[in-house]
């Protein structure tokens, strides 16, 4: 039986070619692009559309148009017409889309909030919910699937000055609500403000239902840097606990079997003559070697640099130490070179990855800030490989990846389009939008467009338990957001 919906007062009418997906309206006042509408199908059934375009046409020439401009009285006759995308009717767990067009003529209703939220599956489970924000002109909760997100990857997309770490930090405190399991790379020490409650009191946080809240109890941070970061714990590796190939690989080689078997000589060397054996114990065996050729002066020259970094210590930070069940670690990388957050990162995704595929740590969501620094599309970082792998495969293993950057055409492709679920908020950049564009099943061009155009604090979803892209409004941070511009004149 269909659904009986009310729908609310007409809009407008269809008129011309009417197709299966999509069909235009004739509009008796003008609506906003995204805006919700429903059409009843051959059996009286309310189907879910969303206007895709809108259109503002007048009888206003050059010429009249000058004559307004001078100041004379000019009669204007204007008319709005819009592209309507069909959503589809809810039969069940699926969404199906008519297989008859609607008939021309037929009337266009704004849609009611019970259609809405019966089509795109928007209902409230506290059990899995990540509570993100509201439909955008609607008091709908947009609540993400959980599950969805750690098992089938996810990413925050926006240029600079967006919003994404602001979005980002909203995602946080539902992991830690939900005792989610988290690790974030924080290459600019943005995270760990989520500790406090937000001292700041939007006018619209009574409208979301947020309040202010910190997370103290459930955070934890670690550097390689804690004079630049005192609030966080020493970051370590223990040189004791890495093989040949893994020590290569922490120190950078990307040709790793070419030095595999000088590496595993020294490590041997050095064992033998102190079970304690330091990177210096090691430089020394390289440069001790007789006739060691480019092979030994390479790992020398690399070993030389890691033992400057301090990053190797004879006890390092355990992994158990950094992935706690139900609480949320942070790996603050502030005022760490570039291509020591890269040997960082590739050393601690290659072990949550070996380690959740032997079940020695709890399921993990991984989020990595600055995603296009650590897997470009162009060059090779250190930990290219790793965190391509865990794109790939994690999932199996219950290991997931949230991507962000302001520069989604440079993430390596493979890694973008693994990530189900994908948070946009304004991109403007050209190859930006396109990478997106082509990335996401279901953007159509308006919703491309609307990309470019949208305000702070409103994202696109797609994914998260969605069939179908939606608008969100971003709800208040119920903890302090760390991430905010410096202002360069005070009082601005």
Not at 113 to 126: C, D, F, K, S, T
Not at 149 to 160: F, G, N, P
Not at 175 to 203: M, N, Q, W
Not at 280 to 288: G, P, Q, S
Request: hydrophobic share 40%.
């Amino acid at each position: 039986m269909p659904t009986a919906l009310v729908a609310p007062t007409e809009v407008g009418r269809i008129y011309g070619d009417v197709g299966l997906g999509e069909f235009r309206v004739s509009l008796a006042a003008p609506l906003e692009r995204g805006e919700y509408l429903s059409v009843e199908d051959e059996t009286r059934r309310p189907v879910l559309c969303q206007l895709d375009d809108v259109e503002r046409r007048s009888d206003l020439n050059m010429e009249r148009a000058s004559q307004l401009a001078r100041g004379a009285a000019i009669p204007v006759s204007e008319s709005f017409f819009g592209k309507v995308r069909v959503v589809g009717y809810r039969e069940g767990s699926v969404v199906k889309v008519p297989q008859i067009p609607f008939r021309p003529g037929s009337s266009v209703h704004r849609a009611g909030e019970e259609l809405i939220a019966e089509v795109l599956g928007i209902r409230h489970n506290p059990v899995t919910g990540a509570y993100v924000g509201l439909l955008r002109g609607h008091n709908l909760r947009v609540e993400l699937d959980i599950n969805a997100l750690v098992q089938r990857h996810v990413s925050v997309l926006a240029k600079t000055g967006g919003g994404k770490s602001y979005l980002v930090g909203v995602l946080l405190e539902e992991f830690l609500r939900h005792r989610v399991t988290c690790v974030i790379i924080d290459p600019h020490g943005e995270y760990g403000s989520i500790r406090y409650k937000s001292e700041h009191a939007p006018r619209d946080r009574a409208r979301f239902g947020v309040e202010a809240q910190g997370f103290r109890d459930q955070v934890q941070e670690f550097s390689p840097d804690t004079s630049l970061n005192p609030e966080a714990r020493p970051l370590t590796f223990s040189l004791g606990n890495l093989d040949a190939r893994e020590l290569l690989t922490f120190m950078g080689f990307t040709n790793v079997r070419s030095y595999l078997s000088p590496m595993k000589s020294l490590l041997e060397a050095a064992a033998s003559a102190n079970p304690d054996f330091t990177v210096k114990d090691l430089i020394r065996a390289a440069r001790n070697v007789q006739e060691g050729g480019v092979s030994y002066e390479s790992i020398a020259e690399r070993l030389e640099y890691l033992d400057e970094t301090r990053l190797l210590a004879p006890r390092g930070t355990s992994l158990s130490d950094l992935v706690v069940e139900g609480k949320m670690t942070i790996i603050n990388l502030r005022g760490v070179a570039p291509d020591v957050q890269e040997l960082i990162v590739t050393r601690v995704a290659t072990s949550f990855f070996e380690q959740r595929k032997r079940g020695k740590i709890p399921p993990l969501f991984v989020v990595l800030e600055e995603a296009h620094n650590f897997c470009p599309q162009q060059g090779q970082a250190a930990c290219s490989r790793i965190l391509k792998t865990i794109a790939s495969e994690g999932r199996k293993f219950g290991l997931g990846m949230c991507v962000v950057s302001q520069r989604p055409a440079r993430v390596d492709k493979s890694v973008l389009s693994q990530c189900a679920t994908q948070l946009i908020l304004q991109v403007t950049n050209p190859l930006d939008v396109k990478a997106i564009a082509s990335s996401i099943e279901g953007l159509t061009d308006g919703m491309t467009e609307m990309i470019q155009g949208l305000p702070i604090g409103t994202c696109l979803v797609t994914g998260g338990g969605f069939h179908t892209p939606l608008f969100c409004e971003v709800r208040p941070r119920a903890s302090r957001h760390g991430g905010e511009s410096v202002k360069i004149v005070p009082g601005s």
